[in-house]
């Protein structure tokens, strides 16, 4: 249990990434979505995990920028 606290203490930024980015990724297939075969907004379960990916990638990105600002 204590292995799993220190692992989601470590990747905070890159979950709310993935947790924002789903959100993200299902609001935009909501208001803009596309109804003509476009591969990803055409469908929700695919434009909210290619929402999750890119905020948690970003998010990673911003964490590791602020991890070596530290140093």
């Known amino acids: 249990m204590k292995q799993i606290k220190v692992l989601l203490k470590k990747h905070i930024f890159t979950l709310s ?15 803009v979505g596309c109804v003509d075969g476009c591969t990803i907004t055409g469908d929700p379960l695919n434009s909210s995990l290619y929402g ?5 990638l970003l998010l990673s990105m911003v964490d590791d920028y602020l991890k070596k600002q530290k140093k």
Not at 22 to 29: F, H, K, P
Not at 52 to 56: P, S, T
């Open 17 to 31: 990434g993935i947790g924002l980015g789903l959100l993200a990724g299902y609001l935009y297939y909501w208001q």
């Open 52 to 56: 999750g990916l890119m905020g948690g």
